[in-house]
């Protein structure tokens, strides 16, 4: 099974990707509906790569990307700027995304109590499961498993600069700060992710070779 | 450890968002701080890692039925305002036809007109106290999420 995910262009996040004519345009000949499907029928698979970055799990990703793109619809006469969609839509979605994960852990919370009370823990499909990542191994699954025990905006940084190859000014831009803040969140994340990999292996990273048999007798 | 002053130089070398001074002034630093050097060596192994990652690709049935989805929320979401609005406003409507119909009553004694009325109204007040109430610690209630 082929990955996906890993191509970005500059132009979606500063809007130029999101060309007007025929969108919100009521001279173009397009009815809003028609306009608003080219609109999900472009950004859809962005969306989802992005929700599952955050969340991890591919039908809530689903599920909540297009949740996403109903609340853009409702909300779509507040956007000034009809080019610029993508950054004003990643803001819905990644709102949704962190609320549902906040809701996540409060279930999970939740059902540990009832686990102690003697209640069964329900049945989940809230974690990093291994199956959202293409050609396994065990480092992959051990990278992504590492990143669902991130803080949400930690994840967020290493979403945006490892997946979605955003620069560090686009980065910025998508969430409203400043290039040092950007700069220091990605090495807080890093630091983080680089602990818990080495509490799960027992040891730190260390810097390998080229064609250096793993733990699991895997090569890089 | 990595040097406090040095960490977001390491991260900007690291994803090559320094610009060639920059990049010098820490290829300079790091080759005095052993620290550096080897964390540098760590992030960059980590980011190698990080970069193998990629997500599966969901079957093409799943974007087939994508837009069908999202406008399937969209006619929902029509539908329920349509419906609330009819509905509050039909509420309304009867509301006011029954006390019209209560008043011009000639059958119904004055007292027995006067006690339905208080009826009524006294029960749209409580409805509407009830709901204000609802509405306004729902919208300000920080442990909403919070199960009791």
């Known amino acids: 099974m082929g990955g996906m995910g890993r191509d970005n262009s500059a132009a979606l996040w500063d809007g130029s990707a999101d060309a007007p004519a025929g969108v919100?345009?009521?001279?173009?000949?397009?009815?809003?509906?028609?306009?608003?499907?080219?609109?999900?029928?472009?950004?859809?698979?962005?969306?989802?790569?992005?929700?599952?970055?955050?969340?991890?799990?591919?039908?809530?990703?689903?599920e909540l990307s297009q949740e996403a793109f109903f609340r853009a619809y409702q909300h779509y006469d507040t956007l000034?700027?009809?080019?610029?969609?993508?950054?004003?839509?990643?803001?819905?979605?990644?709102?949704?995304?962190?609320?549902?994960?906040?809701?996540r852990r409060v279930r999970r919370a939740g059902s540990l109590d009832d686990t102690q009370l003697g209640c069964p823990e329900p049945e989940g499909r809230?974690?990093?499961?291994?199956?959202?990542?293409?050609?396994?191994?065990?480092?992959k699954d051990r990278i992504w498993k590492a990143m669902g025990r991130l803080d949400d905006k930690h994840r967020e940084v290493i979403l945006l600069r490892h997946f979605r190859n955003l620069s560090y000014d686009e980065m910025a831009r998508v969430l409203f700060c400043n290039r040092g803040t950007v700069t220091?969140?990605?090495?807080?994340?890093?630091?983080?992710?680089?602990?818990?990999?080495?509490?799960?292996?027992?040891?730190?990273i260390a810097p390998r070779?080229?064609?250096?048999?793993?733990?699991?007798?895997?090569?890089? | 450890?990595?040097?406090?002053?040095?960490?977001?130089?390491?991260?900007a070398y690291l994803d090559n968002e320094l610009n060639e001074e920059q990049k010098r002034a820490f290829e300079g630093h790091l080759a005095f701080c052993a620290d550096c050097t080897r964390d540098l060596a760590q992030f960059r192994k980590l980011k190698q890692m990080t970069d193998s990652v990629t997500f599966v690709e969901p079957e093409d049935r799943v974007w087939e039925q994508y837009w069908g989805n999202v406008y399937n929320r969209i006619e929902r979401g029509i539908g329920w305002i349509l419906?609330?609005?009819?509905?509050?406003?039909?509420l309304i409507y009867g509301g006011f036809e029954a006390i019209e119909s209560i008043i011009v009553d000639p059958t119904l004694g004055v007292l027995l007109k006067i006690g339905l009325l208080a009826l009524l109204g006294g029960g749209v007040i409580l409805f509407v106290s009830v709901l204000r109430e609802r509405v306004y610690f729902w919208?300000?209630?920080?442990?909403?999420?919070?199960r009791r």
């Not at chain 1, 999900?40 to 929700?51: F, N």
């Not at chain 1, 990643?90 to 906040?102: E, G, K, P």
């Not at chain 1, 291994?130 to 396994?136: K, L, N, S, V, Y």
């Not at chain 1, 070779?209 to 890089?220: C, W």
Request: glycine content about 8%; proline content about 4%; overall charge neutral.
């Open chain 1, 24 to 62: 919100g345009d009521s001279g173009s000949g397009v009815g809003p509906r028609e306009a608003f499907e080219l609109i999900v029928k472009r950004h859809m698979k962005d969306a989802y790569l992005i929700a599952l970055g955050l969340v991890g799990n591919r039908e809530d990703a689903l």
């Open chain 1, 80 to 103: 000034h700027s009809k080019g610029k969609f993508f950054p004003w839509f990643y803001q819905i979605l990644r709102n949704l995304c962190f609320s549902h994960l906040r809701k």
């Open chain 1, 126 to 139: 809230d974690s990093f499961e291994p199956d959202a990542i293409a050609e396994r191994n065990e480092a």
């Open chain 1, 184 to 204: 220091s969140r990605l090495f807080y994340a890093r630091q983080q992710l680089k602990e818990i990999l080495d509490e799960e292996r027992g040891a730190p």
């Open chain 1, 209 to 220: 070779e080229p064609g250096e048999p793993t733990k699991g007798g895997q090569t890089s």
């Open chain 2, 1 to 11: 450890m990595t040097c406090r002053n040095n960490r977001d130089s390491m991260m």
């Open chain 2, 83 to 90: 419906f609330s609005v009819a509905a509050i406003a039909l």
């Open chain 2, 139 to 146: 919208s300000r209630d920080r442990y909403r999420d919070v």
